[in-house]
């Protein structure tokens, strides 16, 4: 049991500790002051780093050897200036959660188990864990030979599952389906991707939710309003279609889609032509994923991305992580084959 410091008292309750902090307490001609609960645990480095300012000790400074000035010196290396801007940003933001988490402590000091917590930490969130581990790891791996350390525990942790999740459909298959799929099939689809909302969303959208050239969604499912703006091939595909109801959405007998969307949508993906959406896996909500990594493409921010979607910005960081492995390996051959001319 590690020892706790002065001031700290230990409160076990239904099964669990939990760690205060009062300054003064059971100090004799002392008042006690407020007592102020360490959400951290004492094997944590978060833990002492509370206790540090609680008890009005300045923050340590960036001592050599320390996560604060190896990230420091990163930031200043011609690795790290190498990066492409989005990914400089990315990894500047996922080390602030490395230096607050370390920040005074040595590097040399690192094992496999404090690498693991912090990865566990955000384990609701695995595409955000992976990241972060990957992050870590490539910083640790450049300490190195700079004599920060002189192993990488990160390298005996295994990332976290995250998923296949639904597949985006690619503009081959954009298009395939454009071209041999019904009218009323092709224009749900060609809604869901350039909105890149749900489908019961979709379905659910009137010719009076757009006006001055964007559509105003209340989301089904979370109750959260978006505006997306029209992306001008959907405006194309709006003006070809009549106004058979309120419903921008209707079957072929200009009607609003009931439950019967469904059905007809797996009857159209069953014919002969579609059979690579079969084969694929490529089903309508991947639809929505698409809007997500074209809008990242694109250059969109998390931030962007999230306002037209509604999703959570870790949810769009899960996204923004395969695209970037996607851009890292396109450029990893172009230097491969560039080195051979």
Request: glycine share 6%; aromatic share 10%; hydrophobic share 35%.
């Amino acid at each position: 049991m590690i020892a706790l410091p002065k001031f700290v008292r230990r409160v076990k309750t239904r099964g669990r500790y939990y760690y205060y902090y009062q300054e003064g307490r059971e100090c004799k001609n002392k008042k006690e002051g407020q007592r102020v609960r360490i959400k951290a645990e004492p094997h944590e480095p978060q833990f002492w780093q509370e206790i540090a300012r609680l008890n009005g000790e300045p923050p340590p400074q960036s001592a050599r050897g320390t996560f604060a000035a190896l990230i420091e010196e990163y930031k200043k290396s011609p690795e790290y200036k190498a990066l492409k801007p989005k990914t400089a940003s990315e990894y500047a933001r996922y080390l602030v959660i490395v230096e607050e988490a370390w920040g005074g402590l040595h590097v040399r000091g690192l094992t496999s188990r404090h690498v693991l917590r912090i990865r566990d930490s955000f384990a609701k969130t695995p595409a955000k864990a992976n990241y972060l581990l990957d992050v870590l790891s490539s910083v640790i791996g450049w300490s190195i030979p700079r004599e920060y350390t002189q192993i990488n525990p990160c390298q005996s942790v295994k990332k976290l599952k995250t998923g296949k999740g639904y597949a985006p459909w690619p503009w081959e298959a954009i298009n395939h389906f454009k071209e041999h799929a019904r009218p009323e099939m092709w224009q749900a689809a060609a809604l869901a991707l350039y909105t890149g909302q749900r489908q019961g969303d979709v379905l659910n959208m009137k010719w009076s939710d757009i006006n001055n050239g964007v559509i105003s969604v209340v989301q089904g499912k979370t109750g959260k309003a978006v505006w997306v703006p029209v992306h001008r091939d959907l405006q194309v595909e709006l003006d070809k279609m009549e106004r058979k109801s309120v419903f921008i959405l209707t079957n072929s007998r200009g009607q609003p889609w009931g439950t019967g969307f469904k059905a007809s949508w797996t009857k159209q993906r069953a014919k002969p032509e579609m059979a690579m959406f079969k084969e694929r896996g490529l089903v309508f909500h991947g639809l929505r994923k698409s809007a997500v990594v074209f809008l990242l493409e694109a250059g969109c921010t998390d931030a962007q991305v999230s306002s037209i979607t509604g999703q959570t910005r870790q949810m769009v960081e899960h996204y923004s992580l395969m695209v970037n492995n996607q851009h890292l390996a396109k450029e990893a051959i172009l230097k491969w084959e560039k080195s051979e001319q």
